[in-house]
């Protein structure tokens, strides 16, 4: 990484699962056993990453987790997209994304953020617009990969998005994707926080987002209900059974 694309209050690891403690890799299991509702899916052992940010700094810049070149492929090819899972290892943990934009171009209007508890998860498409918010304590949380069979994946390589002033249309997909669900039982963040970059007008709770936005509230891992869906966040409980 340059110096000038440094973040000095975050911090990115990569971390091996058969090397770390049990409960890593019963997560990781976990995780596995989600994806796999579809057989193209999966969870690489090595693709995990462990993310702290300290307190203080700015907003992440908005980004895709995947590039459009590989979502695309995969849509045309597998009729499915690669997704990202963060599991939050600290309370408070905030992510703010953009529902129905993507293809690098957001609109202000769009963002909710998500608030998850310690030992909850957020499962989201792998080309939805996102960025991790400010923290005003120390967070940590875990970030994983889901990939495709067949689709190869250039290591760390993100897409940049950018606003515009004009409504984005919304995007309806051809190809709809199923994600396994379950009962979400963590809270939102509805509450307007500034310190966590949410200004209360567009902090809605994402429960109540409709789904011409492509986001479902859903129901719960613990449960082993599988629904069908096209929910660019799917949110789960990782730490019960």
Same mark, same amino acid.
């Given at each position: 990484?340059?110096?000038?694309?440094? *973040?000095? #209050?975050?911090?990115?690891?990569?971390?091996?699962?058969? $090397?770390?403690?049990?409960?890593?890799?019963?997560?990781?299991?976990?995780?596995?056993?989600?994806?796999? %509702?579809?057989?193209?899916?999966?969870?690489?052992?090595?693709?995990?990453?462990?993310?702290? $940010?300290?307190?203080?700094?700015?907003?992440?810049? &908005?980004? +895709?987790?995947?590039?459009?070149?590989?979502?695309?492929?995969?849509?045309?090819?597998?009729?499915? &997209?690669?997704?990202?899972?963060?599991?939050?290892?600290?309370?408070?943990?905030?992510?703010? &994304?953009?529902?129905?934009?993507?293809?690098?171009? %957001?609109?202000?209007?769009?963002?909710?953020?998500?608030?998850?508890? +310690?030992?909850?998860?957020?499962?989201?498409?792998?080309?939805?617009?996102?960025?991790?918010?400010? #923290? $005003?304590?120390?967070? &940590?949380?875990?970030?994983?990969?889901?990939?495709?069979?067949?689709?190869?994946?250039?290591? @760390?390589?993100?897409?940049?998005?950018? #606003?515009?002033?004009?409504?984005?249309?919304?995007?309806?997909?051809?190809?709809?994707?199923? #994600?396994?669900?379950?009962?979400?039982?963590? *809270?939102?963040? @509805?509450?307007? @926080?500034?310190?966590?970059?949410?200004?209360?007008?567009?902090?809605?709770?994402?429960?109540?987002?409709?789904? $011409?936005?492509?986001?479902?509230?859903?129901?719960?891992?613990?449960?082993?209900? %599988?629904?069908?869906?096209?929910?660019? %966040?799917?949110?789960?409980?990782?730490?019960?059974?």
């Amino acid at each position: 990484m340059r110096d000038d694309e440094r *973040d000095d #209050f975050r911090r990115q690891t990569n971390i091996t699962i058969s $090397s770390l403690a049990p409960t890593i890799a019963t997560i990781h299991d976990m995780i596995a056993n989600l994806v796999n %509702v579809n057989d193209a899916w999966h969870v690489s052992a090595n693709g995990w990453h462990a993310l702290k $940010s300290l307190p203080g700094g700015t907003d992440q810049a &908005v980004h +895709c987790d995947f590039p459009s070149f590989e979502t695309v492929r995969a849509l045309i090819t597998q009729e499915l &997209v690669q997704a990202s899972a963060i599991i939050a290892l600290t309370g408070d943990t905030y992510l703010h &994304v953009y529902p129905g934009c993507s293809a690098r171009q %957001v609109e202000h209007s769009r963002r909710r953020t998500i608030k998850l508890k +310690c030992g909850h998860m957020v499962l989201f498409r792998g080309d939805l617009a996102h960025s991790g918010a400010v #923290f $005003s304590s120390l967070n &940590v949380r875990l970030h994983c990969y889901v990939l495709l069979n067949g689709i190869l994946q250039e290591p @760390d390589l993100t897409e940049a998005v950018v #606003f515009r002033s004009l409504l984005l249309r919304k995007y309806s997909y051809s190809i709809l994707n199923e #994600f396994l669900t379950t009962d979400y039982n963590g *809270d939102n963040d @509805d509450t307007g @926080d500034s310190k966590n970059g949410d200004n209360g007008k567009n902090g809605d709770n994402i429960n109540s987002g409709d789904s $011409s936005d492509n986001v479902t509230a859903v129901t719960a891992v613990t449960t082993g209900t %599988v629904v069908t869906a096209v929910p660019a %966040v799917t949110m789960v409980t990782v730490n019960q059974r």
